[in-house]
C-alpha cells in the first residue's frame, strides 16, 4: 500500500497540495485508518507528504528553488554510487545493466503517443536503469540515499514527460551514451553524462513549473 501510494504521488495521481483525506484513501487502497496513517507518516519523513495540525495530510507542494536543491544532493550521491559500482561491479552487473537498458529502449524507441500510452512502464523501466548503474555500490546507505533523491526527483520529472513531445529522441540516446561510459568502465564520463542528463531534465522542468 506504501509504494501504490507514493508512486501515485509521484506520478501526480494525487497533485501537489492536494488534501488527503481518510475517507476517500481508506476506500481507495482498501486499507484502514491505522494503517494509512502509518503509510502517510513514512511518506511525511521522506518529504512527499506535510502535516498541518488539525487539518491532516496533504501532499507536499512543488518549487523551482527545492527542486534545485534536490537536483544538486541526487548528482552527488549518484556520482559517488556510479563510481562506487563501476570499482565494484562484475559481470553479473555488467549484464544486468544491458538487459534492463534493453527494456527500456523498447519502450523509448516508439512515437511519441504510443510511448504515453506506455508511460507508466517508462516510468518503472526508466527507475530500474538507473539502479542497475549503481546496483554493484556495496554503500548500502549511499544507495538509500540516492534512491530517496531519486523519487524526488521523479515527482518533478513527470511534468516534463506530460510536456508536448517530451524529450523523447534525446533521453533515448543519453541512456545509451550512460551505458556505454559505465560498461567501458569510464567513470568521469559516465558520472559527467549523468549530470548532464539529470540536469537538462531539471532545468525544463524548472521552466514548466
Partial sequence: MLTRLRTDIISSVFEPETRLKFADMTKRYDVGIGTLREALSQLSSEGFVTVEAGKGFKVSPVSAEELIEITDHFISFESRAVREAIAHGGEDWEANIVSVHHRLSLIEGLPWERRMERHSEWVERHREFHEAIVAACPGRWLFRLRSIMFDQLDRYRFVTKRAPKGLGGRKFEEHREIMAATLARDADLACALIEQ?????????????
Fill in 197 to 209: 542528463h539529470i540536469r537538462d531534465t531539471s532545468e525544463r522542468a524548472i521552466k514548466l513549473l
